[in-house]
């Protein structure tokens, strides 16, 4: 079983930075993919970022040039650094990994609202 704890989630004022984290521990599982989606009130929950066990990384077209997201497969954990902030990032960011076996598992989610 795999269990997610986010942290990193605040209030900042637009063109501001927040960095938030999620780390994933159990045993018996090795995870391929790590990422980060979110969802504002009233929206679907979309991708924001993923990344493999390798590196390889995917974003949206919205936070490209932005945000960033990196992991330590050391500690089985994957990193979101948002740079320049908008009103729109406002939303409920979820961690997200997918084991190698398909195993998925969703973190309880961080609130991110950016407002001056």
Do not use: H
């Not at 521990?25 to 995870?31: C, D, L, Q, R």
């Not at 979820?94 to 076996?101: D, G």
């Amino acid at each position: 079983q795999v269990q997610l704890v986010e942290s990193g989630g605040g209030l900042v004022q637009p063109g501001g930075s927040l960095r938030l984290s999620c780390r994933a521990s159990g045993s018996g599982f090795s995870i391929a993919v790590m990422g980060w989606y979110r969802q504002a009130p009233g929206e679907q929950r979309d991708l924001v970022a993923a990344i493999t066990r390798g590196g390889s990384t995917n974003y949206a077209d919205s936070v490209k040039g932005r945000f960033a997201i990196s992991r330590d497969n050391a500690r089985n954990t994957v990193y979101l650094q948002m740079n320049s902030l908008k009103p729109e990032d406002t939303a409920v960011y979820y961690c997200n990994t997918k084991t190698t076996l398909g195993y998925e598992k969703w973190g309880q989610g961080t609130q991110v609202t950016v407002s001056s």
